[in-house]
């Protein structure tokens, strides 16, 4: 039924986020069939949710981390991703912008397994979307920026058969730990989760985002917004995972329960 296949390298989208028990999955899942299919990596599972594993880059004083408790009104992470923990590869370097409510998503797609040396270096001229790459590459440089915590969870998935772009994803297992190299991977051992009440309602413990074009919000997610009373809600995993794995304490927690009307 769907035809979105990948994500573009240049994208920009309304994400809706909602936390919800476990127990929500399977009847918004039901709800989802109507109109959406399940994407190449849950397909590939027997249960439908496959891994997503993330590097995330800060500069040495934290600035992105520091705009995003701020409420910065322009604000960008930067982070490294792939979704095969094995061979790291594709990896994607991305950029995520919010001006506004809206979000402006940057990506690379990496096959070379020296990713690493592109850090340090400017990237090759042959490169696709190069104008991307030299950003990347130059936001690096200007801000310092390292990696500072890694993190993992599982993904369901699913895209609209309807419209141009639209898609719905659960987040579960959410996991992390500090991490100061350029590497895909942690010892199991060091990651600690962070989807408990520090971060979740009570009886919440999954991430249900909505994304699409913000020229069409689909009349769908309209409908299971409503028909499951969703309330939408702020949420960071990079906020989170950062202030979890290196145990800070001087966040305002109140700003994970902030809630807003978006229709």
């Known amino acids: 039924m769907a035809s979105q296949k990948e994500i573009p390298n240049k994208l920009e989208r309304y ?31 027997p249960d439908h949710f496959y891994m ?19 409420g910065a009104e322009n604000r960008f992470n930067m982070r490294i991703r792939t979704y095969d923990i094995k061979k790291c590869l594709p990896c994607f370097f991305e950029i995520k912008q919010k001006r506004s409510g809206i979000i402006k998503k940057y990506r690379v797609k990496i096959n070379d397994p020296d990713w690493p040396n592109y850090l340090v270096r400017n990237f090759p001229d042959e490169m696709s979307s190069q104008e991307i790459a030299a950003l990347f590459y130059r936001l690096i440089q200007s801000y310092n920026a390292s990696p500072k915590v890694f993190t993992q969870y599982r993904r369901k998935a699913y895209i609209s058969g309807i419209d141009n772009y639209a898609r719905a994803t659960f987040d579960r297992d959410l ?4 991490q100061s190299e350029f590497r895909l991977s942690s010892d199991p ?14 009886g919440a413990n999954v991430i249900l985002e909505l994304k699409c074009y913000t ?7 309209i409908d299971l917004i409503r028909e499951f009373n969703l309330e939408r809600t702020r949420f960071s995993k990079y906020v ?3 202030t979890e794995s290196h145990a800070l304490n001087f966040f305002r927690l109140n700003d994970r329960w902030s809630t807003y009307s978006f229709f």
């Open 189 to 202: 051992y060091r990651m600690s989760p962070y989807d408990h009440e520090r971060w979740f309602p009570p």
């Open 240 to 242: 989170s995972s950062l």
């Open 15 to 45: 994400e809706l986020k909602y936390l919800i028990p476990e127990s929500w999955i399977i009847p918004i899942s039901e709800f989802l069939s109507i109109y959406c299919s399940l994407d190449e990596h849950s397909e590939e599972t």
């Open 215 to 221: 020229t069409h919000v689909p009349l769908w997610m």
């Open 52 to 70: 997503v594993y993330s590097l995330y880059l800060d500069s040495p004083s934290l600035t992105f981390l520091q705009q995003r408790i701020n």
């Open 175 to 178: 996991q992390s730990c500090p």
